[in-house]
């Protein structure tokens, strides 16, 4: 199966080359054979993890900017034309609000926007507690909840990155894993 891995600019963003490497080779199960991958990146993420990195594990060239000079193909509709599955490994306040009010100003929220109604959205968010707490953020999860395509894996409870203990982990690597496949059917 086809899976677009969007990738947003949190520090859990390395916690995501696991997860394509893990899809790759088919999460690990006895047998099971693996899936082919693309990467986009917000120009957030570029700033915790390499396009190379990724382009390395997922055995493809990694997309990140919005506007491209050297490909005459309108890149965004390719890439919302191709995958059965997008996952979204971390998706930050900032990349929920963009689809919670169809935003389309970078090249992974305008590939959602621009991808089938009938493919699913697996969003795997990572921030702050009281971000995730927070009245937006809450508000966005909400909207997005509404509309059948986005599946949710919720954050961990745990320490965070910033020092502060509470919900707003990424999840585990298993339970995205899960919530793919299964979105995959």
């Keep these: 199966m086809k ?33 082919e991958v ?14 190379m990195t990724f382009e390395v594990l997922s055995g493809n060239p990694v997309a990140t900017a919005l506007f491209r000079t050297d490909d005459p193909r309108i890149e965004h509709i390719h890439l919302a034309r191709w995958p059965d599955v997008i996952a979204i490994v971390p998706a930050t306040a900032n990349t929920l609000a963009r689809l919670a009010h169809g935003f389309a100003d970078d090249l992974l929220s305008t590939v959602v926007l621009a991808a089938r109604p009938e493919v ?5 968010p990572a921030m702050n507690t009281v971000m995730w707490d ?10 997005l909840q509404d509309q059948d395509r986005f599946r949710f894996v919720e954050p961990a409870a745990k ?6 203990v509470g919900v707003g982990a990424l999840a585990d690597e298993g339970a995205i894993l899960g919530a793919i496949v299964e979105a995959l059917g």
């Excluded at 699913?120 to 795997?124: D, I, Q, R």
């Design 3 to 35: 899976v677009l891995l969007g990738v947003s600019g949190g520090i859990a963003a390395y916690k995501a080359c696991e997860v394509v490497r893990r899809l790759r080779d088919g999460g690990g199960a006895p047998g099971a054979s693996g899936h």
């Design 38 to 51: 693309q990467v986009v990146m917000t120009e957030a993420a570029t700033r915790f993890v390499t396009a």
């Design 120 to 124: 699913p959205v697996v969003l795997a």
């Design 134 to 143: 927070s009245h937006a953020v809450r508000a966005n999860v909400a909207t």
């Design 159 to 164: 320490a965070l990155a910033c020092g502060e």
